[in-house]
């Protein structure tokens, strides 16, 4: 009977280190593999951020062109208000002068 128990005691102690080994086993193969998927994901994070600041300097430089172009055309517009306000100024003379002509003061 001793021998039994002794067997049968050693043989549990054998099968829970077995399955201990078997389980630091399996962490360490799944913390390898978890290892390699960040670095794929630190990969692609990378290539998407320089992605992002291309994309965000574009962005910024399409801004910057729509706001010189909007300059243009306030600029122009100035330009184009001034011209029509002399041309009403000269076309008052001109209809103060023609009402003079016919006697209308």
């Known amino acids: 009977m001793d021998f039994l128990a002794v067997y049968s005691e050693a043989g ?5 280190g077995a399955m201990f080994v078997f389980m630091v086993y399996s ?10 998927s960040l670095q794929d994901l630190k990969t692609e994070n990378r290539g998407q951020s320089e992605t992002l600041e291309n994309m965000e300097g574009m962005v ?5 062109r ?18 029509i306000n002399d041309l009403d100024n000269q076309v008052s003379e001109i209809k103060g002068i023609i009402s003079r002509l016919n006697g209308k003061h």
């Open 60 to 64: 910024i430089k399409l801004i910057n």
């Open 27 to 36: 962490m360490n193969k799944r913390g390898n593999e978890q290892a390699d």
């Open 12 to 16: 549990m102690i054998g099968v829970v």
């Open 66 to 83: 729509w706001n010189q172009s909007d300059d243009k055309l306030d600029r122009k517009f100035d330009s184009i208000t001034k011209e």
